[in-house]
């Protein structure tokens, strides 16, 4: 077998208008899969997008002990963060924001007329989300 053979699905192209397609899709839950590296020798990683409608924010969770990178394509997120929630920082467009394993945290779309759009990188690719009933703090620390 030659290299042009042994190459020719050593890439995968993955257009935006099919992941659009999945993310409108009207049986599915804002969310769609670019890739996921496994056995490839990076591990479980999970490389998608995410929205959040307009006035919208997710439950309080963590990941286990896995990491996460969002960047937000459009719109402006606020996301809370620490046991009760009582850190916050408001990310807009091209801002990424890293979460350490475990940290307790909660993403929220503040615009009540515009959906934020989310890539996201995390190490595992079983969307493990653990749920915590937290009563965050009225009036949380802003962290730039």
Same mark, same amino acid.
Request: with cysteine.
């Given at each position: ?20 397609r ?38 309080? &969770? &963590? ?14 997120? $606020? ?6 929630? $009582? ?7 091209? %801002? ?5 394993? &475990?940290?307790? &945290?909660?993403e ?10 989310? +890539?996201?990188?995390?190490? %595992?690719?079983?969307? +493990? ?16």
């Amino acid at each position: 077998m030659d290299k042009q053979t042994v190459w020719r699905d050593g890439v995968r192209i993955v257009r935006g208008a099919a992941l659009d397609r999945e993310m409108r899709d009207p049986a599915g839950i804002g969310r769609a899969t670019a890739a996921q590296f496994i056995g490839g020798g990076a591990g479980n990683v999970w490389i998608g997008t995410v929205t959040l409608a307009p006035g919208a924010s997710t439950g309080a &969770h &963590h990941h286990a002990q896995h990491e996460v990178l969002i960047q937000v394509m459009h719109g402006t997120a $606020e996301i809370r963060w620490g046991e009760q929630l $009582e850190f916050a920082c408001t990310i807009g467009s091209g %801002d990424f924001a890293y979460f350490v394993p &475990h940290v307790p &945290h909660q993403e929220r779309n503040p615009n009540a007329s515009e959906p934020v759009d989310f +890539l996201v990188v995390r190490t %595992d690719a079983a969307r +493990l989300a653990v749920k915590l009933a937290v009563d965050p703090v009225a009036i949380p620390e802003t962290v730039a």
